[in-house]
């Protein structure tokens, strides 16, 4: 089976074997894109959160296959160790990480939850449906997909806060 996505900006024609290919595997083991991370493989962690046409999903839990033709922004689009994207500054800059390993996934979701917040996206939090606020408590429902098993919350949410008043 074939099928084309668009990666970062590239567009890229896969052939799979096997239909039941995870988009994260694909990701992974067809494109080279290791930064997208394989943690619980059953959508309770976050850590292979990626962007499918600026929403944030888990890849893990969807195949491949699902996306032909569909644009994936992984952590690699994000930005570069050349040219950080704001949100990779604050993260080094508030040491939201220790190990690293959810970092990519955070990093991703935590950029596409501040657009979903700039478009007026309400969340459980949300006591105005219609005007959202920029509160700790919303930025922590917003990222309660995505796990840290270092526990560097605080930082995490102080890296999120920080990307947030940077000029876009």
């Not at 050349?82 to 996934?105: K, N, S, V, W």
């Amino acid at each position: 089976m074939e099928i084309s996505l668009t990666v970062n900006g590239a567009q890229h024609r896969l052939r799979l074997d096997d239909p039941r290919v995870t988009l994260l595997d694909a990701l992974r083991q067809h494109l080279g894109l290791t930064g997208t991370k394989k943690g619980c493989d059953h959508g309770q962690c976050g850590a292979c959160t990626v962007m499918l046409d600026g929403r944030r999903m888990n890849a893990c839990l969807s195949l491949a296959v699902m996306h032909d033709g569909d644009a994936i922004t992984t952590i690699e689009g994000i930005g570069t160790a050349e040219a950080l994207a704001p949100m990779q500054a604050a993260f080094i800059r508030h040491d939201g990480f220790q190990c690293g390993y959810c970092t990519p996934g955070q990093i991703v979701s935590a950029t596409a939850m501040l657009d979903e917040l700039r478009q007026g996206w309400p969340s459980q939090m949300s006591a105005d449906l219609t005007a959202p606020q920029f509160t700790d408590d919303e930025i922590r429902e917003r990222m309660s997909g995505n796990l840290c098993r270092c526990s560097c919350y605080p930082n995490i949410v102080d890296a999120i806060r920080d990307a947030a008043e940077a000029p876009a």
